[in-house]
């Protein structure tokens, strides 16, 4: 039986900068791959990992490569000046980490087909949906219309500009700042205020978002009156996780642990537990 307190030697094999302070971290496994299940997914889109360093500790993080992808997996982490996320960004391209998972529950997919499917993301909540969004283009005819709709405080922080561009060509994507820029001429404002761009059948669309609790409450606030009901709207939480398995009770959210009911719950699950 697999040991899932004992994490794995997972080597860097490229840092990419997304931002001032945000990097994506392609993490390969040492002398292998990755396990894929019967259905083919290595992971079920908005599951996490638990990172670490040795002497520094490990956090969670939302996986944001294709749930395909055997080779590796990427992680998308912003420096906070945290003591793992600092530490994980010291290190170089080549340095060997540790990593357990997946873990956790990911979004419905079977629940998702036939569905209009809207993405909602912003800042570095971007991960579980940028996997989804794989998913969703490998297995495009399973699929409505599809949106995604991101939001970031100036376009120096947009993440993973170049896999919108990939995902443009499969979906709509709309993205906002924060307030005007003079480098900007695309929308302005919460990603709230950008919903009314698009259009779905209510009765028959579901959600997925991630992002930080009061653009998630806003955004709940805007579904709900358009008639799409709670128990089709997903969010991810990733929130105050830390030993990934139920045991350390640093996670719990109303009567839920995040990382063992979630980290995705239907929204009637978690109302108004958001950060």
């Not at 392609?26 to 997914?41: A, M, P, Q, T």
């Not at 990427?74 to 170089?92: E, F, M, P, W, Y």
């Not at 376009?155 to 990939?166: A, F, N």
């Amino acid at each position: 039986m697999k040991n899932i307190y004992l994490p794995q030697k997972i080597k860097i094999s490229k840092i990419e900068k997304l931002s001032s302070n945000t990097s994506l971290f392609r993490l390969k496994k040492i002398g292998g791959s990755f396990v894929s299940k019967k259905n083919g997914l290595v992971f079920v889109p908005g599951q996490f990992v638990l990172a670490g360093v040795w002497g520094y500790g490990e956090a969670p993080f939302g996986i944001a490569s294709s749930p395909y992808e055997k080779s590796y997996v990427d992680i998308v982490v912003r420096n906070t000046d945290g003591k793992v996320t600092k530490a994980l960004h010291s290190q170089k391209e080549g340095a060997e980490i540790t990593l357990r998972g997946p873990l956790g529950n990911g979004f419905p997919l079977a629940f998702f087909e036939e569905k209009d499917v809207v993405m909602v993301s912003g800042g570095c909540g971007i991960p579980p949906v940028a996997s989804l969004a794989e998913y969703i283009i490998k297995n495009r005819k399973k699929f409505r219309k599809v949106y995604f709709l991101y939001g970031a405080k100036t376009p120096k922080d947009i993440l993973m500009k170049d896999q919108m561009k990939r995902w443009a060509k499969n979906m709509e994507i709309i993205l906002t700042i924060d307030s005007p820029n003079p480098l900007w001429n695309g929308c302005v404002g919460f990603v709230s205020d950008i919903i009314s761009k698009i259009k779905i059948n209510p009765i028959n669309t579901v959600v997925a978002m991630c992002g930080p609790g009061p653009m998630v409450k806003s955004i709940e606030k805007v579904f709900r009156p358009l008639g799409v009901a709670d128990r089709r709207i997903f969010v991810s939480e990733e929130r105050k996780m830390h030993c990934g398995i139920g045991k350390c009770q640093h996670c719990t959210t109303g009567e839920k642990y995040v990382c063992l009911d979630g980290p995705v719950f239907n929204l009637d699950q978690i109302d108004k537990n958001w950060d």
